[in-house]
């Protein structure tokens, strides 16, 4: 049974930072893409960040490229989000997904970033 189950979100101020992971579980995580998707209230989904190639490889959305870093481990099976200069357009539901190589699609429940002065 695939789970992945993201932790680390909560309330910042403008200008501060979190870290958001997601441990995953049930699938063969070193050969799958990572990625970060995040959901405004009223908005569509959108692309954040990605990790893949085992990690040698990342990929971010404009906004958050200088600001945002993916990362894995392997050993532990989980991803992260390093997120710094939180501004009030990163406030979002934040979400792991995984992409097998068998391109089987899965997502976490999401984690809620605030970000409020």
């Known amino acids: 049974q695939v789970q992945l189950v993201e932790s680390g979100g909560g309330w910042v101020q403008p200008g501060g930072s979190l870290r958001l992971s997601c441990a995953a579980s049930g699938f063969t995580f070193s050969t799958a893409a990572m990625s970060w998707y995040r959901q405004r209230p009223g908005q569509v989904r959108e692309f954040v960040a990605s990790?893949?190639?085992?990690?040698?490889?990342?990929n971010y959305e404009n906004s958050v490229k200088g600001r945002f870093t993916i990362s894995r481990d392997n050993a532990s099976n989980t991803v992260y989000l390093q997120m710094n200069s939180l501004n009030f357009e990163d406030a979002a539901v934040y979400y792991c997904?995984?992409?097998?190589?068998?391109?089987?699609?899965?997502w976490g429940k999401g984690t809620l970033v605030t970000v409020s002065s």
């Open positions: 997904n995984a992409q097998t190589i068998s391109d089987h699609d899965y």
């Open positions: 990790s893949f190639n085992g990690g040698r490889s990342t």
